[in-house]
């Protein structure tokens, strides 16, 4: 097992846990990373992208002028991809961008950003994200503390304050411990674990 301290939010250490191997210090792959990745990014995808055809566009059915003998290009609809306001030849139509990867894959995946967070020292635990008011000063104040960029922060269950005082935070997301997932993991710089959530974490991914 690894062992990792327990700050305060004003860095002060506290305590130490033991975090299992298992979820923690498993072998990196990064073609699982990816798969994971990408099947995440394309679920977000709305796929609502649309363009009227010939068939869909309002127009007469009717011939232009006759085949022959007027001089002009051969005609048969309004509604050609050739002409001014006519369909879109090929254009985009509804669709879902959505595919599904194995339970099995996307635990692995979690278990193999969690890792990659602890061995680059990026991880931090907390002892406890409760702040007394809803004020962003305060919270920021605690982040200065850990020189914090880009930082996700895991909580065990809904925490009022924190949320509300983050939200105007751009560089910062708060999610509770059911929410992790590979995508928000690698995508911030710092991960903070509240120590209550750690447990439920390794819960679910053993």
């Known amino acids: 097992m690894s062992v990792v301290d327990v ?4 860095k002060e250490k506290v305590s130490e846990i033991e975090l299992l191997d298992e979820v923690f210090d498993v072998p990196i792959k990064k073609h699982v990373l990816h798969q994971v990745i990408e099947s995440q ?3 977000r995808r709305s796929g609502t992208a649309s363009a009227k055809s010939r068939s869909e566009v309002k127009a007469s059915g009717r011939k232009l002028w006759r085949q022959k003998g007027t001089g002009r290009a ?29 339970k099995k894959i996307r635990k692995a995946a979690l278990r193999m950003a969690l890792t990659d967070k602890r061995q680059r020292d990026r991880l931090i635990v907390i002892d406890g ?41 751009p560089w910062v997301k708060v999610m509770r411990y059911e929410g992790v997932n590979v995508y928000d ?22």
């Not at 669709?95 to 990867?101: D, E």
């Not at 702040?131 to 020189?147: Q, S, V």
């Not at 690698?186 to 679910?204: C, V």
């Open 7 to 10: 700050y305060n939010l004003n």
């Open 185 to 206: 993991v690698l995508n911030h710089d710092l991960l903070f674990l509240e120590q209550s959530s750690i447990g439920k974490i390794q819960e679910a991914l053993t």
């Open 41 to 43: 990014l394309s679920n």
């Open 129 to 169: 994200f409760d702040l007394p008011e809803i004020k962003t000063k305060n919270f920021l104040e605690a982040m200065a503390n850990f020189d914090v960029g880009k930082a996700l922060i895991v909580t065990e269950e809904k925490k009022e304050n924190l949320e509300k005082s983050s939200r105007n935070v």
């Open 74 to 102: 051969r005609a048969g609809s309004s509604a050609s991809p050739t002409r001014k306001g006519g369909g879109v030849a090929f254009g985009p139509g509804l669709r879902s961008y959505k595919y599904t990867v194995p």
